[in-house]
């Protein structure tokens, strides 16, 4: 973790802006450098959490500038440091890059949460689209190599399953997004046939679901793809993991990112599950 804290650069220098200190930031990513969005409420009250959010794209495509939205809502909401991951996109860095760029942006904010007034122990992780799939990937990542602990996930229509086996039957609800489309963005970022049932890209699929932290699963109702996310929130339950499920009425798959509704339920779930312990709250954790 001490390596991704040595390479990483400020490459735009930090501004205030509505009361948040926002901040681009160049680290060493899987493949290739990455960049991270820092937001930080400027009041120096309190000690925050740390909130990793991914944006959608459908693995292929999506920007920084998507996720500002949802990072800006969770940043003054909780209050809380989000920091927005610009992960490797497919086809030209397909899995396991993305993923992999997770999880390095995750030892990154652990490393640099003291500096940040926030506290390295009360760490959330988020994503919508194609980013819901990465944060629930890099929270096995992080299980299974124990060298942080994510205390919650917030995905918000979350692709799941690179089968596309789940889909609602097209007559009962229109297809969003474009399945074509969708299958697309699988191959592209899953090019070898053995790479769409990994348990870090299929998660769906995964018999390794136990001691996943506690999840929050949104989906739209007029979205093929929501019967995955419920069939995964149910998938979590079974492993013993504590999982509340929405599902939105007046909203699309892509609008769930900036839907005022769910992301208020977003940053409640997160409020719930990153309480400070009585340590935190006069002063940052021991080193």
Not at 181 to 204: D, T
Not at 246 to 252: G, I, M
């Amino acid at each position: 973790m001490g390596t991704a804290r040595a390479r990483s650069t400020v490459d735009m220098v930090s501004k205030l802006d509505l009361g948040l200190c926002i901040e681009d930031v160049r680290i060493s990513g899987h493949a290739q450098p990455i960049t991270l969005r820092s937001y930080r409420p400027a009041s120096r009250g309190g000690i925050l959490p740390v909130v990793l959010y991914f944006h959608g794209g459908g693995f292929t495509d999506g920007t920084l500038d998507d996720a500002d939205l949802a990072a800006r809502h969770i940043a003054r909401g909780m209050p809380a440091w989000v920091v927005s991951v610009g992960y490797s996109l497919a086809p030209q860095f397909p899995f396991p890059a993305a993923p992999e760029d997770g999880y390095r942006a995750l030892q990154w904010a652990v490393c640099q949460a003291r500096g940040q007034r926030a506290d390295p122990r009360l760490v959330g992780i988020a994503g919508h689209d194609a980013g819901g799939n990465l944060a629930t990937c890099v929270s096995a990542i992080a299980r299974d190599r124990r060298e942080v602990t994510i205390s919650a996930q917030a995905l918000l229509a979350p692709l799941l399953d690179p089968s596309m086996t789940r889909v609602v039957d097209h007559e009962k609800a229109p297809p969003s997004p474009d399945l074509n489309q969708c299958a697309r963005c699988y191959r592209e970022y899953l090019p070898n046939a053995a790479q769409r049932v990994h348990p870090y890209a299929a998660p769906l699929d995964s018999w390794r679901l136990a001691g996943l932290p506690p999840g929050l699963i949104a989906s739209a109702q007029h979205d093929s793809l929501h019967v995955e996310a419920e069939n995964y929130a149910a998938a979590l339950t079974r492993a013993g993991v504590l999982t509340e499920v929405r599902r939105y009425a007046n909203t699309s798959r892509d609008g769930l990112a900036i839907h005022a509704e769910a992301l208020a339920d977003l940053v409640t779930f997160l409020q719930t599950h990153l309480h400070a312990p009585l340590a935190a709250t006069t002063g940052l954790p021991p080193d």
